[in-house]
């Protein structure tokens, strides 16, 4: 759809057939053996991270059932459960739907899912893409890869284009506060990447793809099993020229250039009930792009980035059951950012930002009757570095304890599971906050579950907003940090009904409702343009969603939804900026049998966005669709073509809808 291309659009990410694209496959080790045998009896083990995504092999793979019976989530609990089981509504997009959409990394992968928004950064596609969730903007929804935390936000934005898919074994997607697990961001909602695993003896993967405007994406992996360790190494390169929706000014919308990157993670188990996890991952990014000011300067803009990430996970599991595990998490941002005003040199800036993060976990698990607590310490200590700052450098330090209780009330005809959750942050720039949560869900048969959650959620004001000053001598404005802001705070909720009549339909029904206080926004009431950051934003969001899938025989399978989204400023009494009212999606899958052949088709509707000039003028756009073809043949065994279309309608403006115009592709995957 309109994300591919926006900064390092491709084709596809290691297309494989369908039996290794499961969603689920069984994680071997004595350990892991143990662990199935108590969650088929539906108790709640602490997970580990990548999750082991299946309790066993199934043959069936008509059963959708089964499907998710298979698929294990954390992101929820941060504990191992079925997907089938969670108390909070969790989304999950499978390896098998990753390769069937041919996205190429997290942005694409998302901009399908009902009720999400993914949206562009600064301008000039600088900021890259974000994601909104229930109405929120990108700095309320926390990015997490296996469980940790992400660096490296760009006006408020974490670039969902910097995680390529082709290393990634699943999505998970919790809208609503979740704040009493994951602290500071996540008050509209939590994204896990979750990724891939070694999960045969010996496994390799190819991809290439070209496509429209130059894109080219080539990836690979490397996965080796063995009886008491195993490792996955997988890397790609992308690139891209760009695009420019509107030649009658200089400003792009889509930035030219590529991405380098390469990931490792191995896992070692030395005895029984021991296990360790090591990850490492490298990026490199240069991106160029061109940035028209209001006072008719011209900036060719460079961001030359570099994303370095390791971490490591000792795990021991006893047999009470109750399982202790450790994690210990370092990653660096660096971008080196040119600004290069054309024919003069007065406003050139070359800046280098470093942020570094170190994040350190303990959590225990342990059942008790049909209790399942968790219980954790988690420690963060966050590094800025910028000529911008105050002597050049900031840092900060959070502590925070997390405690949660599942409690398995009914677990007979009637089930019924209640969760209460309690964490509190103690941040060295703002003191402490409290976050609860309650979470309740009940199946009354079979065929029917309600879920229901209720809590707090905060955002900590970044090092931007508390101490940096932008100015804009183009314009003739400067912006200000205030070190004395408050975090931003909200209430929210999330309730559904799910209701399953036959084995191939399942139909859903949910509402939303946050209200937000202490948002800050930036305080342009001074006429001089000595403006700063404030907190003066009250707001609420609201909204329901529906959603229905059918399916025959895994031959045929449709997919629709519907999103009501009201978001408004109770300042201004105006509906917030750049928010459709409704939104839809459709998904058509055709797999005919025995022949190969598997046919997506995927759309996605908005109805118009309001957006406020600089008098606070309404501005409305046209509704849109979108609509993206693929379309891939197995050709021998061990290799599949695939052709597509993305956005054949050429839905977009260069304004406030910059998505990528129509794009074609086309490209081979090889699997051993």
């Known amino acids: 759809m309109g994300a591919r291309g926006v900064v390092v659009a491709g084709i596809l990410a290691c297309c494989s057939g369908p039996r290794l694209a499961q969603a689920a496959t069984e994680d071997p080790g004595k350990n892991d053996r143990r662990v199935e045998a108590e969650l088929k009896v539906d108790k709640?083990?602490?997970?580990?991270?990548?999750?082991?995504?299946?309790?066993?092999?199934?043959?069936?793979?008509?059963?959708?059932?089964?499907?998710?019976?298979?698929?294990?989530?954390?992101?929820?609990?941060?504990?191992?459960?079925?997907?089938?089981?969670?108390?909070?509504?969790?989304?999950?997009?499978?390896?098998?739907?990753?390769?069937?959409?041919?996205?190429?990394?997290?942005?694409?992968?998302?901009?399908?899912?009902?009720?999400?928004?993914?949206t562009p950064g600064a301008r000039g596609g600088a900021g890259g893409l974000g994601i909104r969730l229930l109405g929120l903007d990108p700095q309320h929804t926390l990015i997490l890869v296996d469980g940790l935390r992400t660096t490296g936000r760009l006006n408020g934005v974490i670039d969902l284009t910097r995680f390529s898919s082709e290393g990634l074994r699943q999505v998970e997607v919790v809208k609503g506060p979740a704040s009493v697990l994951y602290g500071s961001d996540a008050?509209?909602?939590?994204?896990?990447?979750?990724?891939?695993?070694?999960?045969?003896?010996?496994?390799?993967e190819a991809h290439f793809a070209y496509g429209s405007r130059n894109t080219v994406d080539a990836s690979g992996l490397v996965a080796i099993m063995r009886k008491r360790w195993r490792s996955r190494l997988s890397g790609g390169f992308h690139r891209t020229d760009g695009f420019d929706l509107d030649p009658?000014?200089?400003?792009?919308?889509?930035?030219?250039?590529?991405?380098?990157?390469?990931?490792?993670?191995?896992?070692?188990?030395?005895?029984?009930?021991?296990?360790?996890?090591?990850?490492?991952?490298y990026q490199q990014r240069d991106l160029q792009g061109v940035i028209e000011e209001g006072g008719g300067a011209v900036f060719d803009r460079r961001n030359f980035t570099r994303v370095i990430g390791a971490s490591l996970t000792p795990e021991i599991l006893w047999s009470a059951p109750a399982r202790l595990r450790t994690r210990l998490h370092y990653s660096r941002f660096s971008d080196l950012a040119l600004l290069d005003q054309r024919g003069d040199d007065d406003l050139d800036t070359l800046e280098q930002t470093v942020d570094q993060l170190i994040q350190a976990l303990a959590q225990y698990d342990h059942m008790i009757g049909r209790h399942s607590l968790s219980a954790g310490i988690e420690g963060l200590v966050e590094f800025l570095e910028t000529p911008r700052l105050p002597g050049g450098r900031r840092d900060r330090q959070r502590i925070a304890l997390f405690l949660q209780d599942e409690w398995r009330i009914a677990d007979n005809e009637v089930k019924a599971r209640l969760v209460p959750g309690l964490r509190v942050d103690v941040d060295s720039l703002f003191g402490a906050y409290v976050m609860p949560r309650l979470a309740l869900r009940v199946d009354p048969h079979p065929k029917w579950t309600f879920r229901a959650s209720y809590g707090r959620g905060f955002r900590a004001p970044s090092f931007r907003e508390m101490y940096l000053d932008f100015p804009n001598a183009a314009v003739g404005y400067i912006i200000r940090g205030d070190p004395n802001l408050d975090p931003e705070t909200s209430w929210g909720g999330l309730g559904g009904i799910e209701w399953h009549p036959t084995p191939w339909l399942d139909v859903g029904a949910a509402a939303f409702h946050n209200r937000l206080r202490n948002l800050i926004y930036i305080d342009t009431s001074d006429a001089m343009g000595n403006w700063a950051y404030a907190n003066i934003g009250v707001a609420k969001t609201q909204g329901i969603e529906l959603s229905a899938t059918a399916r025959a025989k895994k031959i045929l399978q449709l997919g629709a939804s519907y999103t009501l989204t009201d978001s408004r400023d109770l300042i201004l009494h105006k509906a917030l900026p750049g928010r459709s009212l409704h939104q839809g999606s459709m998904v058509v899958s055709v797999k005919p049998p025995r022949i190969g052949t598997h046919i997506n088709l995927r759309t996605k509707l908005f109805s118009s966005q309001l957006y406020y000039g600089e008098a606070l003028e309404d501005t409305r756009t046209d509704p849109f669709a979108t609509i993206d073809l693929r379309v891939s043949q197995r050709i021998w065994r061990y290799f599949d073509c695939?052709?597509?279309?993305?956005?054949?309608?050429?839905?977009?403006?260069?304004?406030?809808?910059?998505?990528?115009?129509?794009?074609?592709?086309?490209?081979?995957?090889?699997?051993?």
């Open 44 to 118: 709640a083990e602490p997970i580990e991270d990548p999750i082991e995504e299946e309790l066993g092999e199934d043959e069936d793979e008509e059963d959708d059932d089964a499907d998710q019976q298979r698929t294990i989530v954390i992101t929820a609990s941060r504990t191992k459960e079925r997907l089938s089981d969670t108390a909070v509504v969790t989304e999950v997009v499978t390896r098998e739907q990753i390769e069937a959409s041919g996205a190429e990394n997290a942005a694409e992968i998302l901009e399908e899912q009902p009720g999400v928004q993914i």
């Open 187 to 204: 008050m509209g909602g939590v994204v896990n990447l979750i990724t891939r695993d070694a999960e045969k003896p010996l496994a390799g």
């Open 248 to 281: 009658s000014t200089e400003t792009t919308n889509s930035p030219s250039g590529y991405t380098a990157n390469v990931g490792h993670r191995t896992i070692v188990e030395p005895r029984e009930g021991v296990k360790i996890a090591a990850t490492t991952d």
């Open 642 to 672: 695939f052709i597509g279309v993305d956005n054949i309608l050429g839905a977009g403006d260069a304004r406030y809808i910059p998505l990528a115009p129509r794009s074609f592709y086309g490209g081979v995957n090889a699997r051993y």
